[in-house]
């Protein structure tokens, strides 16, 4: 028997199953974690916000779900800075999932597409943190290299000014 796969009006696949808190797709009929609707469209404000408190309720799955959107709908101006947020925040989810080597890989794109944007020398926007979300990750990654703990509290940075710290943060 042929599984049939979840289409939208348009034809395009589409996964309706039920994920758990790290985005893993459960079986049908499992109580999973509430979806991102998958043509959530945000302005870049609102995307922060509704970003930050997914990273904070310890989804970064969602978070680059929510990310993800704003990046797609972006005009090419901004694209390639909520590309490198969306990265980061499945650097996280990989981090979640116990993929060192795939957390460690996003994390460090994610981080040098915001450089990028910083030598561009554009604004941030929405109020954005860059230095610290950047910071942030390049010390999750240094620690996920060297094989020292990235508990739960390491999976939410925070994305706007007057940033929390956590411990190993080399923030100024």
Same mark, same amino acid.
């Given at each position: 028997m042929t599984a049939t796969r979840d289409r939208d009006e348009r034809?395009? =696949?589409?996964? @309706?199953?039920?994920?758990?808190?790290?985005? /893993?797709?459960?079986? *049908? +009929? &499992?109580?999973?974690?509430? $979806?991102?609707?998958?043509?959530?469209?945000?302005?870049?404000?609102?995307?922060?916000?509704?970003?930050?408190?997914?990273?904070?309720?310890?989804?970064?799955?969602?978070?680059?779900?929510?990310?993800?959107?704003?990046?797609?709908?972006?005009?090419?101006?901004?694209?390639?800075?909520?590309?490198?947020? =969306?990265?980061? @925040?499945?650097?996280?989810?990989?981090?979640? /999932?116990?993929?060192? *080597? +795939? &957390?460690?890989?996003?994390? $460090?794109?994610?981080?040098?597409g915001i450089r990028v944007w910083r030598v561009l020398g554009r604004p941030a926007p929405a109020g954005l943190d860059l230095d610290g979300v950047t910071a942030h990750a390049d010390t999750l990654a240094d620690d996920i290299e060297a094989g020292r703990n990235a508990g739960p509290d390491r999976l939410r940075p925070r994305l706007r000014g007057g940033a929390v710290r956590h411990p190993g943060d080399r923030r100024p």
């Open positions: 034809g395009r =696949a589409r996964n @309706a199953r039920p994920r758990d808190a790290a985005g /893993r797709p459960l079986r *049908r +009929g &499992a109580a999973g974690v509430e $979806r991102v609707p998958e043509d959530l469209v945000l302005a870049p404000d609102e995307a922060v916000a509704e970003a930050q408190r997914l990273l904070d309720e310890g989804l970064p799955f969602q978070a680059h779900e929510v990310l993800e959107g704003t990046w797609k709908d972006c005009t090419d101006d901004g694209r390639e800075l909520w590309r490198a947020l =969306a990265q980061l @925040a499945v650097g996280l989810t990989h981090t979640q /999932r116990g993929n060192a *080597r +795939g &957390a460690v890989a996003l994390l $460090r794109r994610g981080a040098e």
